[in-house]
């Protein structure tokens, strides 16, 4: 342990940790308190009467099995086929000399940026076995009266949710894979075992951490997914915990808080747990990380002549994954209903979905609130980042330690079940269907989104710069603002764009906390999708992703205004 | 002293089977441009003796090395490790590195970090099938023979450098392989450790009695470690032969000075005397040693290390080799003294015992032996 000393230099913030810590400790206890007691209460507005009623409802209902059983294939099939889609990946543009691997590493991680309540509706439109489009061309081609493909599954829900989650364990895989020494292979080889043998006791039991980190990170993301079950699980009546939870507060006339606390705390426990394992798990891959040494080089495997079929499977792979339903969106917002390409579709063609999506009072409102909420809620969260993460790497203490975990406590964070939490504190305060309940609420559970990319900005700073500036005269917060803030714009503008197009795009929290008045995009999009309003579904969404892209665009912009202007 | 310096051709290394390499060539293609790693290149590597690929960076002596071992398949030429072709393009045979009996220690150490020191060394025997007991048996032999007996369960995360580079080489060593190969294994070491580790490695192999080949750019290294030094050049062997026969006798200039300083004087031969050569330079008539085929009135190189020159107390010889000159600058290494001197318009380095008596501006006598100054001609 280090000696006390250490926090003498910060004395002018004497207070800062502890604030800070108690700011934090409120934006991510209150829901999860708030949830406990709700969980143990007749219902909104109920307070005080202790009640296990709605434990016992919930966990007596024979309804229950099925949902936990079509949970647990849902999550551990999306894990896998993401892990197994990202080691591929992984693998081709990390070991191979596959052509084209700057843009296949690029579209790898394209399913991040849109929004997955679009990419799920895409391929939707694609798949549902009525009038999907490629279940209508296979028809028309062979005459049949088969589906090529029911999307309203499990395995569809498996299918989507997987390719929308492999970018984040595609972001844990390749790296591994880069600093993978590929002489302890070598050294394998030249020890006499086989191809085969290597891949199963050298390769693989050593990028194992790093293969069951993106498991575990797919597993949380995956039952906290609430978009893909909503669009493609339950028009096929398939329902998992998310959607189970919102069939209890937002359909029929019997809405029941108390029985949604009651579920969302088993979802909350399960997903704080697996969160638990994959943070043991990354700093055991860590251990891995062995001095690799001064001529260290990845060697590049050859393809030869299999180098065209590697860069065939993957350009098809990312042009059906990723393209495809992305052009059947912005297809279907400039037609009346869902038909196949042809003359017919071609005379019918307009902007009436976009004109009658904008001129609809509904969905304007909703357009200017998600537009608030990205700018202000950004805005807001990077600041209070800002503040965590210099805590987090440059004041390092006990308690810092643990604001760490704290902010990213939230990361296992479901956001339906965050948002029932959310409901209890605000149903008897005046935030209450206010834009400030959203605020506050999207601020707590995307915190890490803003903390992470701000404390690999501060590592990068060497702390001596720091150091001379309080030579120099400067108190603490002079310090703070001269010298570390200009130093730190390209993570302040990277954790802002992250922010704010998770907030433009939100929908588990927002379906819960919204109501009439304070609609948002992704809430509006999936009324639109309840209705079978497809054209709307795609207007709307389109012009959500050029709202996003313009945010991204004059971010980008105003940071390297403000570095240019430093120099 | 003379006698074992000539005897560094190719033939005499030849007893024995040792690895055969002929007329290897390989060719990598760099974004456009295309990099010749060996052109051409036939080596032949002595029976149970350590074998140097000694070279700059990127004059293909890993290429050839991870050639041998089978991790890198060249385009054309020949392989033959003891009487086993392990490698012909002519009659297409490419065997993999597992089926080649050899053992190779890593620049990177490539210690396996999800296991035990125990279980790192007795993977090469795993592999065979190799009883449960005998496995014990050996690895526990192989470990005391690298000094870490008692390192055993010990993860192969937790060791420090040093100790990662002896479980790579007990890990080379315990299989018994028929052929060594290193690939700069101490150059991830730092400066002490390393000379420590050199002095061990050299002390090994001479025990071990092993077909070794070893790849490195430290001359030193190259110097202590080796039976037999191969250097190379642009994808080339340049010159083979012993330590010290290639350090005072190379005849090409590219090894002379890769191997170490030296002054590099032009001169002419003007005649040839009782086994030496007279050469007319800038410092005066030098005797010196030359390759017997080159006639009088060639010109060339003289080449003369700085720690050849000692200083002259009285004459001898009649004045030969003597060389007066004027010190101009002098640094002390605390083991020596690096002066540098001009003797007209030359300018020459020489080491000097530190315990000389010399200042700056002194005027000086050095001593040159003949024995151990070159000439190389022009080619």
Sequence with gaps: MKPRLNMKPHAGGKLYVPSLFLLVAVLTATPVVMLLIGSFTEGLGAFGNFTIEKYVDVYSDIHLVRILLNTLIFILGTASFSTLLAYVLSYLTVRTDMPFKGITKTLSIVPMMIPHILLAVGWMLLFNPSNGMLNLAFRNLFHSHWTLFNIYSLAGMVFVEGVLDMPIAYLIISPAMASFDPSKEEASWVSGASNWYTLRKITLPILKPALLASFTLVLVRSLASFAVPATIGMPGQVYVLSTYIYRIIAVGYATDYGRAAAVGLVILVMSTFFVYVYRRLTSASEKYVTVSGKGYRPAVMKLGKYKFVATGIVGFLLLFLIVLPVVTLFYTSLLPYVMLPGARAWSLISWSNWNSVLHDPISLRALRNSVFLGVVGATLGVTLSIFIAYAIVRIRTRLSGLLENLTFLSYSFPGIVIGIGFMWAFVRTPLYATLGALLIGYIATYLPYGVRPLTSAFIQIHQELEESSRVCGASFFGTLRRIVLPLIVPGVVSAWILMASMFLRELSLSVVLSRPGTEVLAVQILNFAADSLWGKVAALGMIMILISTVLVIIATLIGTRFSKNRV | MNKQMRATTTTDLATGTGIKVDGLTKTFRLQKSIVQA?????????????????????????????????????????????????????????????????????????????????????????????????????VAETLAQVQLDGFEQRPATKLSGGQQQRVALARALVARPRVLLFDEPLSNLDAKLREEARKELRGFLTELGISAIYVTHDRLEALTISDVIAVMNAGKIVEIGTPKGIYYNASAKFVVSFLGDVNLVEGEIIRRHDGLTFVQSPLGEIACKASPTLPVGT?????????????????????????????????????????EVTIGDTQLSVTLSSFTDVRQEDTISLFADPERCRFIGEQ
């Design chain 2, 38 to 138: 060996l052109d051409n290149l036939t080596l032949v590597a002595p029976y149970k003796k350590v074998l140097t690929l000694l070279g700059p960076s990127g004059c293909g002596k890993t290429t050839l090395l991870r050639s041998i071992a089978g991790l890198e398949v060249p385009d054309t030429g020949e392989i033959q490790i003891g009487d086993k072709l392990v490698f012909s393009s002519d009659r297409k045979v490419f065997l993999p590195p597992n089926k080649r009996n050899i053992s190779m220690v890593f620049q990177s150490y490539a210690i396996w970090p999800h296991m035990t020191v125990f279980s790192n060394v007795a993977y090469p025997l795993q592999v065979q099938k190799v009883a449960k007991g005998e496995i014990k048996r050996r």
């Design chain 2, 299 to 339: 010109r060339g190189t003289l080449c003369i290390r700085p720690e050849v020159f000692e200083i002259a107390t009285d004459a001898p010889n009649e004045g030969q080799n003597l060389l007066h000159c004027t010190v101009d600058q002098l640094l002390f290494t605390g083991e020596a003294y690096e002066a």
